[in-house]
């Protein structure tokens, strides 16, 4: 197993946690936790001797270490836009099986598509704030938004698209992880270029922020790096209706040999559209989707995409919140599979209209 992706950590100076503090004075954690937050029933003479060991230690509280006046935090609420999508459903999947082997138990709180947009609003889906922590699955702007929203402070971890530079592109201390989109569309493009196609056109996606999304931009790479045309890019939806609606006009050109999609689902479109239109895929129209849902290999033909680890992204996101919360304990965060491009049925060699034999 390799890194596809990165994870960006909030750098910070304190190399103390609240466990070292309640190990080095002799003193349980939670009294620790009672002394930092003003809790009543600690002995004065232990009250003097915590502050007395954090002064020496230069120990700053931080809001997690407040979070833990009643034990520590062993609940976490997903913030997501959409169960149905793919990429969310495996996600939670991942987030759901590492936080119960830590014992953690999992909320879910599902983002309306103009939801999101004040703190207020982001905070009461939370609960208590005191005793929570979250994960922000962003793959769309609502997600993007509700991470924003969070404090600084809050202990929070990001499943993201993957920001320009292998930093926070927004500058925000939050820790986020995210799977290399952009490297994985231009690999799939290549590949259709490869196989003799003049240019790829693209169906994309909606964006989690007002730019192009990584995918898109990987596509950009690859024509440009050829010295291809660069189509204009056709904007879908997330659903197979989405992508039939979209291929419908693409389709009336009879030059288009190749389509990249943002997804699955929209590919599952594609494919139809091609069929009603008389275009045989792969003899006269190559098809590849994108995330490799488990319904793309029984597709007939069968999908030709690019397969995402998104239980892997799901469980090191878990895991690197784990270590945010308990720095001393959790296991590190661990790595996710490299995208990997999957070659099926829907995609074949270029092939002239000329040489094309009849239907």
């Not at 207020?120 to 704030?129: I, K, S, W």
């Not at 500058?171 to 994985?184: F, N, Q």
């Not at 922020?209 to 790479?221: E, F, L, M, V």
């Given at each position: 197993?390799t890194?596809?992706?990165?994870?960006?950590?909030?750098?910070?100076s304190?190399?103390f946690?609240?466990?070292?503090?309640a190990?080095i004075?002799?003193?349980?954690?939670?009294?620790?936790?009672?002394?930092?937050?003003?809790?009543p029933?600690v002995?004065?003479s232990?009250?003097?001797?915590?502050?007395?060991?954090?002064?020496?230690l230069?120990?700053?509280?931080?809001?997690?270490?407040?979070?833990?006046?009643?034990?520590?935090?062993?609940?976490?609420?997903?913030?997501?836009?959409d169960t149905?999508?793919?990429?969310?459903?495996?996600?939670?999947?991942?987030?759901?099986?590492?936080a119960?082997?830590?014992?953690?138990?999992?909320?879910?709180?599902?983002l309306?598509?103009e939801?999101?947009?004040?703190?207020?609003?982001?905070?009461?889906?939370?609960?208590?704030p005191?005793?929570?922590?979250?994960?922000?699955?962003?793959?769309?702007?609502?997600?993007?938004?509700?991470?924003?929203?969070?404090?600084?402070?809050?202990?929070?971890?990001?499943?993201v698209?993957r920001?320009?530079?292998?930093?926070?592109?927004?500058?925000?201390s939050l820790?986020?992880?995210?799977?290399?989109?952009?490297?994985?569309?231009?690999?799939a493009?290549?590949?259709?270029?490869?196989?003799?196609?003049?240019t790829v056109h693209?169906?994309?996606?909606?964006?989690?922020?007002?730019?192009?999304?990584?995918?898109a931009r990987?596509?950009?790479?690859?024509l440009?790096?050829?010295?291809?045309?660069?189509?204009e890019?056709l904007?879908?939806?997330?659903?197979?209706?989405?992508?039939?609606?979209?291929?419908?006009?693409?389709?009336?050109?009879r030059?288009?040999?190749?389509i990249?999609?943002?997804?699955?689902?929209?590919?599952?479109?594609?494919?139809?559209?091609?069929r009603?239109?008389?275009?045989?895929?792969?003899?006269?129209?190559?098809?590849?989707?994108?995330d490799?849902?488990?319904?793309?290999?029984?597709?007939?033909?069968?999908?030709?995409?690019?397969?995402?680890?998104?239980?892997g992204?799901?469980?090191?996101g878990?895991?690197?919140?784990?270590?945010?919360?308990?720095?001393q304990?959790?296991?590190?965060?661990?790595?996710?599979?490299?995208?990997e491009l999957?070659?099926?049925?829907?995609s074949?060699?270029?092939?002239?209209?000329r040489?094309?034999?009849?239907?």
């Amino acid at each position: 197993m390799t890194e596809s992706g990165n994870i960006a950590a909030p750098a910070t100076s304190q190399s103390f946690s609240i466990w070292d503090v309640a190990r080095i004075a002799g003193v349980s954690h939670q009294t620790v936790s009672r002394v930092i937050n003003g809790k009543p029933n600690v002995r004065e003479s232990t009250r003097a001797h915590v502050l007395r060991t954090i002064d020496e230690l230069g120990f700053t509280p931080s809001r997690t270490a407040q979070a833990l006046a009643g034990g520590p935090v062993r609940s976490v609420t997903v913030l997501t836009v959409d169960t149905a999508l793919y990429g969310c459903a495996a996600a939670l999947r991942g987030i759901e099986e590492a936080a119960r082997a830590a014992g953690f138990t999992v909320a879910i709180s599902v983002l309306e598509p103009e939801s999101a947009r004040s703190r207020q609003d982001v905070m009461e889906r939370l609960g208590d704030p005191g005793r929570a922590a979250a994960i922000v699955i962003a793959f769309e702007a609502a997600g993007v938004r509700a991470l924003a929203a969070l404090p600084a402070d809050y202990p929070v971890v990001g499943l993201v698209e993957r920001p320009d530079d292998a930093a926070d592109a927004d500058g925000t201390s939050l820790s986020k992880v995210w799977i290399d989109d952009r490297g994985a569309a231009a690999h799939a493009t290549r590949y259709l270029l490869g196989l003799g196609h003049k240019t790829v056109h693209y169906l994309a996606i909606p964006s989690s922020t007002t730019h192009q999304t990584q995918r898109a931009r990987g596509w950009r790479d690859a024509l440009h790096e050829a010295d291809r045309t660069v189509p204009e890019q056709l904007d879908a939806g997330w659903t197979p209706r989405s992508g039939y609606l979209a291929a419908r006009r693409l389709l009336a050109d009879r030059t288009a040999t190749a389509i990249l999609c943002g997804n699955d689902d929209v590919a599952l479109g594609v494919l139809r559209a091609a069929r009603e239109a008389g275009r045989r895929v792969p003899e006269e129209l190559s098809v590849v989707g994108f995330d490799d849902a488990p319904q793309s290999a029984y597709l007939s033909p069968a999908l030709t995409t690019v397969r995402l680890d998104f239980e892997g992204l799901g469980r090191a996101g878990f895991r690197l919140l784990h270590r945010l919360l308990d720095p001393q304990n959790a296991p590190e965060p661990g790595l996710w599979d490299d995208p990997e491009l999957i070659v099926r049925e829907s995609s074949g060699p270029y092939r002239s209209a000329r040489s094309r034999s009849p239907r």
